[in-house]
């Protein structure tokens, strides 16, 4: 099993970015997909995930309305459209999978616990 996150960069405040995390070993309408972030010294956030069955999603509340998941099954790859970027969400982005079918949301929060496989991440800075 392995999950490559890519896309990752240097973008102004406002900007966008695309991050791809290309998964093999398994198929995205078999098992979740999440993405999460990291920056130093602070706990792995989960940031956003994609259900397999029926691609039902889940956002963070700090990046609800600015950030898109989505997947393409034919490339075996999910996205997260990041929009209106602003400082705070600099961190290293990484994806993983819980191999279930669905996503592990407990009290509201996407556990970072709950991932059985995880990919390197890609670096995103939001500076001006």
């Known amino acids: 099993v392995q999950l490559q996150a890519s896309g990752g960069g240097l973008v102004q405040p406002g900007g966008s970015l695309t991050l791809s995390c290309a998964v093999s070993?398994?198929?995205?309408?078999?098992?979740?997909v999440a993405w999460f972030r990291q920056v130093p010294g602070k706990e792995r956030e989960g940031v956003s995930c994609?259900?397999?069955?029926?691609?039902?999603?889940y956002y963070a509340n700090a990046v609800k309305g600015r950030f898109t998941i989505s997947r393409d099954n034919a490339k075996n790859t999910v996205y997260l459209q990041l929009n209106s970027l602003k400082p705070e969400d600099t961190a290293d982005y990484y994806c993983?999978?819980?191999?279930?079918?669905?996503?592990?949301?407990?009290?509201?929060?996407?556990?970072?616990?709950?991932?059985?496989?995880w990919g390197e991440g890609t670096q995103v800075t939001v500076s001006s």
């Open positions: 993983a999978t819980p191999w279930v079918v669905g996503c592990t949301v407990a009290g509201g929060d996407l556990s970072h616990y709950g991932m059985d496989y």
């Open positions: 070993g398994f198929t995205v309408d078999e098992y979740a």
């Open positions: 994609i259900s397999a069955r029926d691609a039902s999603t």
